[in-house]
């Protein structure tokens, strides 16, 4: 059995989908997303399971093969180097114990790294533009994904849809950082605003009171009327 083949193509998975990124750019490049290896994943899981029932029983092994006797005062002593409670590992055993720990704990590796980076992904899809939950993911995308990771997309893109309503702010709007000179924090201190129009098409209500995040250029003529005041204004000018 050739241990790590698995993990070995999940990664290659992942070498070759970042490949197609540096090939396209715009929406397009967060379709690479290649189809869910759940054969590799699931021999990956074989494998932890099988070098974790190997690591028990080498411990068991050595557990009950120590040789153990009692002290003067009753304490348990190790016979090999007197160290009270110290059971005796044989040198015959550690390589194996060392060999099935550290496949574990790489195939343990690969398995997170292929799925971070899938979330991750799935993650810039919904930046770019790619709300309304699981239907809103283009088909050549859905059908690559396993049902968690639908699941998973659903529930970011509720999370920040619902984060975006509350601030007031659509904030996959536009992926360039904005400049913090031209982006206010405002409160209405006048009943007689009424609803803006934001450069986005989003209709904004500005009710006596409330606050919202907008650009300096959509407000300015509002704070000059002394209708909005800016908070912060050290910060934001």
Sequence with gaps: MKFGQKGKEL?????????QDHNQSGPDAAAGIPAYNAEAVRACIDECTHHYTELEGLVAATSSG??????GDGDDIDAADGRTGRQRLEFSSRPALLFHDACLNRNRRCLLAYHRHRADRLRDVRWEGAGG?????????RTNLADAEVEFFSKYDSLLSSYCAKINFDLTSSLA???HCYLVEIRVISPDVGTIITE??????????????LQYSEVEHLVRQ????????????
């Excluded at 939950?133 to 995308?141: E, F, H, N, S, V």
Aim: aromatic share 2%.
């Design 11 to 19: 990664l290659l998975d992942l070498k070759r989908s970042s490949q």
């Design 66 to 71: 120590a040789g153990r006797e009692r002290g």
């Design 177 to 179: 950082p904005p400049d």
């Design 200 to 213: 986005d098409g989003s209709e904004i209500n500005l009710e006596m009171g409330t606050i919202h995040y």
């Design 226 to 237: 002394g209708l909005v005041e800016m908070l912060n204004t050290e910060d934001n000018i």
């Design 133 to 141: 939950g699981a239907m809103g993911l283009p088909d050549a995308i």
